[in-house]
């Protein structure tokens, strides 16, 4: 599968997609594209995120979560450190976070990097039922329109 315009990766079932080599996150070089991590284990909800922000000047990065390691064993969850939430300026988590191994995602997020912007799209119940878990977060309600989802995004990587 072939993903982004001119980032584009093929991608193995158990293979995250990150960006190529270049200047560091946060605008230190002053071409630097902004950079949001898309966690989601739907392919095709990253794919259609991917290219509607990249079209607004976002590079993306795509994680499927967990689940869909062969392994199960995210970086971030299992050592504290995953070089694709390193490098982006902002996180999308698009997880199920009535799955636990899909929590445990967000859980390490908020441990690792609570200054990282982070956007967390889930269902109005599961953002009344882990409101505690959200509450540094931006939240955003599953299956937003277009717009909703770059003004959310935008905001987060503007601080």
Known sequence: MLFGRRNAVRVGQDQAVGWPEREP???TNPGHRRRLLV???DGAEAVAIW???ERRGIDVSWCP???ARRSSRCPLVHTGSCRLVDQAD????ALDLEDPKQRAVLEALNTAHP???VVVAASSGAQRRWRRLLAERRTLRRGPQPMELV???EDALAG
Not at 90 to 93: D, E, F, G, N, R
């Open 25 to 27: 996150p946060g605008g």
């Open 90 to 93: 902002a996180v999308l988590c």
């Open 39 to 41: 966690e989601s284990e």
């Open 151 to 153: 003004t959310s995004v």
């Open 65 to 67: 979560g967990p689940d």
């Open 51 to 53: 290219k509607l922000l």
């Open 115 to 117: 200054e990282k912007p």
